[in-house]
């Protein structure tokens, strides 16, 4: 069976930094790509970071600088350092990993929560 479990949420003070983890089981984690989304309270889930399978990335606009995605295929695990976090990067963060070609798959871990105090 394939999941996925994200870990690292916290409560962190403005400016600090907190690292996601994405772990995978039952899935090739180098054939996938994986993302970080995250949902605030009344909001849409949004994509905050993405890394392809060949490791090129894409952030969203307003964590540029600052998130950066990477991964370690060996260890099916896939990062989100978050540094100089501000409030507004407070949200429940899902790691998604998806497979368009056969095995298709896409994924998603439980979520795991950050918070960022003022």
């Known amino acids: 069976q394939v999941h996925v479990v994200e870990s690292g949420g916290g409560l962190v003070q403005a400016g600090g930094s907190l690292r996601l983890s994405c772990a995978g089981s039952?899935?090739?984690?180098?054939?996938?790509?994986i993302g970080w989304y995250r949902q605030a309270p009344g909001k849409q889930r949004e994509l905050v970071a993405l890394i392809n399978r060949d490791s090129t990335t894409n952030y969203e606009d307003m964590v540029k600088g600052r998130f950066t995605i990477s991964r370690d295929n060996a260890k099916n695990t896939v990062w989100l350092q978050m540094t100089n976090l501000k409030p507004e990067d407070s949200a429940v963060y899902y790691c998604n990993a998806k497979r368009l070609n056969f095995p298709v798959f896409d994924v998603w871990g439980q979520g795991t929560q950050v918070t960022v105090s003022s």
């Open positions: 039952g899935i090739p984690f180098s054939t996938a790509a």
